[in-house]
């Protein structure tokens, strides 16, 4: 070997990555002396000071040099990693593909976990769901799979898909931890009505965690009206006691809301705010908040598209803050016949993401696509929704209702593969929605960030209706508004005036037993519980019981307080 190359494997080693690649690039600046360890060298220390280009640059330089087919596999993930660094998801996937391509099954197990990991992202879900049901026999991939399978279930508000993953990872159990298998359950837990007490049995046979166990258990008698039981479940021992921090964010969460319909308003709101500051940590470990908001904040104008085009069905965008109602009215509307309603289904993240692969700035580039590509973000658009719909085909319905909170942020995307779509915005009161946003054990994800922490809670609902003011300067649509509180007070009159705007012949007997469906399937939001329940009036006017800790941020609001007719005495 070298010398200068071994001086330069030796700082490696020793993560001097700076002296690693000034050796090294004096080696590689003669052509005559690179090699494919030479230049893989270069590649890793430029991988490890960041400086992903170049060290693609090295990597593909290093590729024809590889000795032999497994360490060309090695180079063709080297590149997979550096593409995934740089987002380049398209170049990612043929590179990992080709590295899995070059060595036997059983060498690349760990890889073809990365490929699934890769196709989930892309929600290439049927191509996911087919490698994760073969991956589940290898130990390292157990559990993993499992969480994917389950969550594309979940995310189809597939009950049956839940129960015959359920089923299978039963059938697993003996490969994993006890904590592994209560993490999967109290997924479940989360989404569904399921009645998996039988498999909790068994976990506790294996030596799950008493605690945790008792989480999971304390969350269904919760949901089902038993509080007093719930409470002494989760007060016969200490949150230390629980090993993983997950169900430690429920504990919390279930605590809270006991005390708060106890009228123990303190001890809610100290329990809330303990459930997130673990979640503020696990935010700060995923990257923080999504930065979209304030993208779309940089439009002063947008061009839409003069081509005309019509949709295969009318097109309606339910949108609102979070905790605004939006999984109530949803549910309703969902049960008239002509109707399809999809709930935070992810067509838009699709075109997000698929704008992301092909090489565009989202949403900066929005501006400037062509039509042609246009009609391609619509066909993804409509492909999206028929994998993640129960049905075969849109030709039974008159209209699509896309429900999504987080699309409030996005009505230039709506309006670009949309020109002739209307908007229903959901409203609530801008406290409560902000309080109930904080009593919530949400997923982690980008744009929840900030309802981890108090103020900025405030910061954001102001942040989103900024945005959404802003975007009427230069914007035109259709809206329809409605207020949750009308809607659970007024029920019947407020359906009815909402499809009388979607132009839908209202079927009565099916809105008013809405949470029949509500009752048997999966709801992938935590309004679930609250709308198995049907109509309930006990959320409004909650943020009167936290006046003391509001009253420091009430004016970062104040003026969506008074725009939306609200009144607050603070």
């Not at 003996?174 to 359950?185: A, P, T």
């Not at 002063?300 to 005309?308: D, H, I, R, V």
Request: hydrophobic share 35%; glycine share 4%; proline share 4%.
């Amino acid at each position: 070997m070298n010398e200068k190359i071994a001086k330069a494997q030796q700082a490696f080693q020793k993560k001097k990555f700076k002296q690693a690649l000034s050796i090294i690039e004096k080696v590689n600046k003669s052509k005559s002396k690179q090699s494919f360890l030479s230049l893989q060298l270069q590649a890793a220390s430029l991988v490890s000071l960041k400086m992903n280009v170049r060290a693609k640059e090295f990597f593909l330089k290093a590729l024809p040099l590889a000795p032999d087919g497994e360490k060309k596999a090695r180079t063709y993930f080297d590149l997979f990693a550096s593409s995934m660094l740089l987002k380049q998801y398209t170049q990612s996937r043929q590179y990992l593909e080709k590295a899995i391509s070059l060595v036997p099954p059983d060498k690349s197990v760990m890889w073809r976990l990365s490929l699934a990991n890769l196709y989930y992202q892309i929600r290439e879900y049927e191509l996911c769901e087919e490698l994760c049901a073969r991956l589940l026999v290898y130990k390292p991939c157990t559990l993993k799979c499992m969480h994917i399978l389950m969550d594309i279930a979940i995310a189809q508000t597939n009950t049956e898909k839940v129960n015959f993953y359920l089923r299978q990872f039963e059938g697993r159990m003996y490969e994993l931890s006890s904590q592994e298998i209560l993490g999967v359950y109290a997924r479940v837990e989360a989404f569904t009505t399921l009645d998996f007490s039988r498999s909790i049995d068994k976990a506790i046979a294996r030596g799950a965690d008493p605690c945790t166990v008792k989480v999971i258990q304390g969350s269904k008698l919760f949901k089902e009206g038993k509080d007093d039981k719930s409470f002494a479940l989760l007060t016969s021992f200490s949150p230390e006691q629980l090993k993983d921090e997950n169900p430690k964010k429920r504990y919390f969460e279930i605590l809270g809301k006991i005390y708060d319909r106890r009228k123990e308003y303190r001890k809610a709101f100290e329990n809330f705010t303990q459930m997130n500051a673990i979640a503020a940590k696990q935010y700060k470990l995923k990257g923080g908040k999504s930065e979209e908001l304030y993208e779309y904040g940089k439009f002063s104008s947008f061009k839409l598209s003069s081509e005309p085009y019509t949709p295969p069905v009318r097109m309606f965008f339910l949108v609102g803050f979070p905790r605004s109602g939006t999984t109530l009215l949803e549910n309703v509307l969902d049960s008239q016949e002509k109707i399809i309603a999809l709930p935070e289904r992810p067509m838009l993240d699709d075109i997000k993401m698929k704008m992301i692969f092909d090489g565009y700035n989202y949403p900066k580039d929005l501006h400037d696509i062509s039509d042609g590509y246009l009609n391609d973000l619509r066909s993804r658009y409509f492909s999206s929704v028929m994998k993640n719909c129960r049905y075969e085909s849109l030709n039974q319905f008159d209209v699509l209702i896309d429900k999504n909170p987080l699309n409030q942020i996005r009505l230039p995307l709506i309006k670009k593969l949309f020109p002739d779509a209307k908007i229903i915005l959901a409203l609530r009161h801008p406290l409560d929605c902000i309080l109930s946003c904080y009593m919530q054990h949400f997923d982690v994800n980008q744009h929840m960030a900030d309802f981890s922490d108090w103020k900025s809670s405030f910061e954001r609902y102001k942040d989103t209706f900024d945005l959404y003011d802003g975007f009427r300067e230069y914007l035109e649509w259709d809206e329809y508004q409605i207020r949750y509180e009308d809607l659970v007070n007024d029920f019947e009159s407020q359906v009815e005036s909402v499809l009388k705007f979607i132009g839908i012949d209202a079927e009565k007997d099916s809105y008013m037993n809405f949470n029949r469906r509500a009752q048997s399937g999966v709801i992938t939001t935590p309004s679930g519980s609250q709308v198995r329940q049907g109509i309930y009036k006990t959320a409004t006017q909650r943020w009167l019981n936290y006046k003391e800790y509001i009253a420091p941020h009430i004016d970062i609001v104040r003026p969506y307080i008074e725009k939306y007719g609200y009144t607050c005495d603070i």
